[in-house]
């Protein structure tokens, strides 16, 4: 193309090879997510120990070329295209200054791993490592067992992975409609300290929506707790007398509220 250098059009070193989340999915909206994504990906050890140091980290598709954003500040012409939104973004985004993270190339560089669980964490993620350090479960004459060690074994009813999202959406004037996502993994059931069962509660994911209008009166509400029917339970404990029997204390599926609030003046 006249008038055009070929450096804009071709990277010297061919197409850019790389990973994007896809945005329109809602466990990628939270920039936290995303950023803590990136923090665990160690470039530094896959690129050595995968493909023999052949790829150099790229900043974009134009990376490398003279319309690539690294290192430069963003121009007049970005902010008025941008308007409002580039207040929107990060500073260093805005000044250029922004780079990837670098690891150490062990490809478990704790330093951005933490990094990562506190993003995740901020985001209503948390990761739970409960393991008891010591100890002997003692029994007794009706017990599963006597003198059974519990080093090393997961703590009851404590689970590895747990996800706490909210959203909510001005849907016209006065009226929200917002939704609740609880999510836990598998977590060993109650008295079973020695993790010997071999039955866990199960995980599971709860969805609730909640459509709120106000009136200069008041507000009303409707909602729905369990929107996909959820069979779980959140509470079970092993049975002291018999080997592998569990009790199970089941909640309650989909259901249907309204409410009514009033002002008194």
């Given at each position: 193309m006249k008038g055009y250098s070929s450096k804009v059009l071709i990277s010297p070193s061919g197409s850019p090879c790389a990973l994007a989340f896809n945005t329109r999915r809602k466990i990628f909206e939270d920039p936290r997510v995303r950023e803590a994504l990136l923090q665990l990906f160690d470039f530094e050890w896959a690129n050595a120990n995968l493909f023999g140091g052949a790829y150099q980290r790229t900043y974009g598709y134009y990376s490398g070329s003279e319309l690539s954003s690294k290192g430069q500040p963003m121009s007049d012409g970005e902010k008025a295209i941008l308007g409002a939104a580039a207040d929107k973004l990060r500073a260093d985004f805005k000044d250029g200054s922004y780079a990837l993270p670098v690891s150490?190339?062990?490809?478990?560089?704790?330093?951005?791993?933490r990094k990562a669980v506190s993003l995740l964490t901020e985001a209503g993620y948390a990761y739970t490592?409960?393991?008891?350090?010591?100890?002997?479960?003692?029994?007794?004459?009706?017990?599963?067992g006597s003198n059974l060690s519990i080093v090393g074994k997961r703590v009851p009813l404590v689970p590895e992975h747990k996800l706490n999202l909210g959203l909510a959406w001005e849907i016209a004037a006065r009226t929200r409609l917002s939704a609740a996502l609880t999510a836990l993994s598998k977590q060993i059931m109650d008295n079973d300290e020695p993790n010997t069962l071999g039955v866990q509660l199960p995980a599971y994911a709860v969805v609730d929506l909640k459509l709120a209008r106000d009136f200069g009166w008041g507000r009303l509400a409707a909602a729905v707790s369990n929107l996909f029917d959820e069979q779980y339970y959140t509470y079970a404990v092993r049975s002291q007398f018999v080997a592998d029997r569990y009790a199970v204390y089941p909640l309650p599926g989909r259901s249907l509220s309204a409410t009514l609030e009033l002002k008194l003046d």
């Open positions: 150490d190339g062990s490809g478990q560089d704790r330093k951005m791993l490592d409960a393991k008891f350090r010591e100890g002997v479960l003692p029994g007794g004459p009706f017990a599963i």
